[in-house]
């Protein structure tokens, strides 16, 4: 009996160093406003979700496994701080879950994780759902965007930081967006036509930052004509920050959206903020995207106004207000477009209103 408590002993004093190399930590967003707003024949009034940041319980954990190397792992949810609903229903992890290995060459990942086009958001606003550049790649279904476009399940990536220099590369196996339930033969695809890869390349120094991606995503609509294309997306941004105001822009093109033949766009945004005594920041951001697609060409406008201030290192209060000008043929914004005579997106009648919010919220971060 003594011998095994002994044994216990010395074992527990060796595995002791190992337990203290490894951590794990929980953070999150909790970030909710009041709106009113109006698209069309649709009204809003009500509590909104993510103005600045969207709403995320996440785990984050690193254990040094010697000689330079961690393993690495994130697990992160997104819900609805309003309805307490998840962010996409079914998916218990929606924002990221990967797991991987680090080093001082950089990390290697599998899982659901964010692809190199999801941080080149160059707005003022720095990817808010509020700001136009994220109103208008989300609602043109664009991979280069801070939306659930860029998050890309089943893939491998690496990322690695060097003198300020960020490289980021991402290979899916089999993307969320470019399927279609339910239709004919659509699980009877090879392998490799619905994989998604992207590469990136971000250079920060001081209050200058650039970037650069290009993202493809493979489609392959069994029995949809005209709509098996690959859509190709590059998009570069730059920002600089003089101390007195913040100046941001930012310009990206997509071929084949959706996989639709010609069915492409130009996206550009141009922003600025500027800080109101130690605490507070003016921000203003503009957005215009151009569409290029067989029999309709619409236009939609983009901007936003917003104030921030910093009531803590964690919490933001702010206030926001964004108007989305949309062509016929559009119907884009932070509030769903409503029409009392049903037109759909492929009646010559659809959309065409302004979309417009105003937000009151509050953001927390843990």
């Known amino acids: 009996m003594q011998k095994k408590l002994i044994a216990l002993a010395i074992a527990g004093l060796v595995s002791a160093p190992v337990f203290a190399q490894s951590n794990v930590t929980i953070y999150g967003v909790a970030d909710a406003f009041v709106g009113f707003g109006k698209h069309g024949d649709a009204d809003f009034r009500g509590v909104g979700d993510g103005g600045l940041s969207g709403s995320r319980l996440g785990f984050r ?22 309805t307490g609903n998840d962010q996409i229903a079914g998916k218990s992890n929606s924002r990221q879950a990967f797991v991987g290995l680090g080093g001082a060459f950089g990390n290697i990942s599998l899982g659901r994780q964010y692809a190199p086009g999801y941080f080149l958001n160059y707005d003022s606003l720095a990817g808010a759902s509020v700001g136009p550049q994220s109103v208008l790649s989300g609602g043109a279904g664009m991979t280069i965007s801070p939306t ?26 089999g993307s969320d967006f470019n399927g279609r339930p339910g239709n004919a033969g659509e699980n009877n695809l090879k392998p490799s036509e619905d994989d998604a890869y992207g590469v990136g390349l971000t250079y920060a120094n001081g209050p200058l930052k650039v970037g650069g991606v290009y993202q493809v995503v493979k489609y392959d609509y069994v029995g949809v004509a005209n709509a098996d294309e690959k859509q190709k997306e590059w ?24 996989g639709a033949k010609d069915r492409d766009a130009d996206l550009w945004t141009v922003g600025l903020a500027v800080p109101v005594g130690a605490a507070g920041s003016v921000h203003l951001a503009y957005a ?8 309709r060409d619409p236009e939609v406008k983009s901007y936003t106004l917003a104030y921030t201030h910093a009531l803590s290192k964690r919490t933001t209060a702010y206030v926001a207000y964004n108007r989305t000008d949309n062509d016929k043929g559009a119907a884009m914004g932070l509030v769903g477009y409503g ?15 302004n979309a417009d919010l105003l937000g009151i919220g509050i953001r927390h971060t843990f």
Do not use: C, M
């Not at 954990?61 to 309003?82: P, R, S, Y």
């Not at 029409?339 to 209103?353: I, L, R, T, V």
């Open 61 to 82: 954990g690193t254990e040094d496994l010697g000689n330079g190397l961690k393993a690495v792992f994130v697990l992160e949810q997104g819900f609805d701080i309003g």
């Open 235 to 258: 998009g570069v941004g730059a920002s600089y920050d003089f101390g007195v105001v913040a100046l941001s822009g930012s310009y990206q093109s997509a071929d084949n959206l959706q």
């Open 288 to 295: 215009e995207l151009e569409y290029d697609r067989p029999g």
């Open 339 to 353: 029409s009392k005579h049903g037109y759909g997106p492929n009646d010559a009648n659809y959309g065409g209103e």
């Open 148 to 173: 659930s476009n860029a998050r890309w399940s089943n893939s491998v990536a690496y990322s690695g930081t060097f003198s300020g220099l960020t490289a980021s590369v991402i290979y899916s196996t």
